[in-house]
């Protein structure tokens, strides 16, 4: 590993940038191990509210032109709108520094496939942040899986429900517009559900190759407000509100996702189910330090307590049964993340595991256009 603190840059300072910007101040308390890190530049529009975020942050400078900023960083997070993410991506790999961006990768295949080429033509680092990766009860899940413990994997069900559009005056975000977004519930929930169901069983039943999908949007269009609360104007919703799909893998094995962002009483309800030949497992975020684990020969579910030393990552924080949060997540991705940045080496998920994803939900948004099943192309 180099000596020297490596410097980084993030572009965005809201909700991801709070976040990220939380895993990078808690990594040496907790991860000694971990690469030094500067804070270096912060990246946004909004100069005054950018400089208030640098200073609760801790970041020594602000920037509001990306382009500036890639060559003083060691390693670039992009959090900006889904729109954003390919052209900064690229640049900053095809100047040699490595990226980590948020998820999806991009609104389209075809900027995804330009991201996913740029790292491979590189042989920069490039990751796609998703964190639910790095829970432990997940990793437990994953070791149970590779290990055999469901035997031949059957079924996998997915669902992603939150509830913060119920109600239809709630203010216009650029998570509505396909322009900036690319898909709604779709992209925005469903990315993370279907990647996940790759990392756990993907080994064991292949690609997706075909799907079926239907979107819906129930709210056409959504109040803007001005600084006073009074409605500006009303813009119109060119995203999803709700997807359901069905999947088939190449062992034959099939999957049942959805997501929704009008589930009344469902605050970030993500649930993951993988049911085998001799057993079956559940995993909720709401739950996060628990797994849920049926093994041949029991009768019902029996609920793992996901908090020991042995637990991955798990060690590093509180004596066991001590429980850890959402936020840990992110703490986890950046250790694995900067670790490969500091060595040289790949990171997963992978600009290509992005786009594996970016072509379900290309195809799941074709099959809705299309009314019928359509293999993933």
């Known amino acids: 590993m180099t000596d020297e603190p490596l410097r980084i840059g993030v572009l965005g300072y809201r909700f991801m940038g709070k976040a990220h910007a939380n895993a990078l101040a808690r ?23 950018l400089a208030e975020a640098a200073e609760r942050f801790g970041f020594a400078n602000t920037a509001t032109d990306w382009e500036a900023v890639i060559d003083e960083v060691d390693a670039f997070y992009n959090l900006g709108p889904n729109h954003v993410h390919a052209e900064p991506s690229i640049a900053a790999l095809e100047a040699g520094v490595p990226v980590l961006c948020e998820k999806p990768l991009a609104p389209t295949v075809e900027e995804a496939a330009a991201m996913r080429d740029a790292a491979a033509a590189t042989g920069v680092t490039a990751g796609t942040a998703f964190n639910y990766r790095f829970v432990p009860a997940i990793r437990h899940a994953k070791r149970l899986i590779e290990d055999g413990e469901l035997g031949e994997i059957r079924q996998v069900r997915g669902r992603y429900l939150q ?7 709630a203010p216009w975000a650029w998570r509505m517009d396909a322009e900036m977004a690319g898909s709604g519930a779709l992209g925005d929930l469903g990315a993370h559900t279907i990647d996940l169901a790759n990392f756990l069983v993907g ?74 030949t001799e057993g079956s497992l559940k995993f909720s975020l709401e739950r996060l330090n628990e797994l849920e684990v049926l093994r ?13 030393e042995s637990d ?19 703490v ?5 993340f900067l670790s490969a940045v500091a060595e040289g080496r790949s990171f997963e998920p992978s600009f290509e595991d992005g786009y594996e994803v970016q072509k379900v939900l290309a195809a799941i948004q074709r099959a809705d256009e299309r009314g019928e099943r359509v293999a993933v192309e």
């Open 27 to 49: 990594l040496p308390m907790f991860f000694p191990d971990a690469p030094e890190v500067e804070r270096h530049t912060l990246v946004g529009r909004d100069e005054e509210a």
């Open 163 to 169: 509830d913060w559009l119920v109600d239809p005056e």
């Open 203 to 276: 080994d064991r039943v292949g690609e997706i190759e075909r799907v079926s999908g239907r979107l819906t949007t129930f709210t056409d269009e959504r109040p803007v407000y001005d600084d006073d609360g009074n409605v500006a104007e009303y813009r119109d919703v060119t995203v999803d509100d709700a997807y359901g799909a069905q999947v088939a893998y190449e062992s034959g094995a099939t999957g049942t996702f959805e997501a929704s962002r009008v589930a009344a009483g469902h605050k970030n309800d993500h649930t993951v189910a993988v049911h085998g």
């Open 296 to 308: 041949e020969g029991n009768r019902g579910y029996e609920t793992v307590l996901v908090t020991e």
């Open 312 to 330: 991955p990552y798990v060690d590093r924080w509180w004596p066991p049964g001590h429980v850890i949060g959402w936020e840990h997540t992110f």
């Open 332 to 336: 986890h991705e950046s250790y694995e």
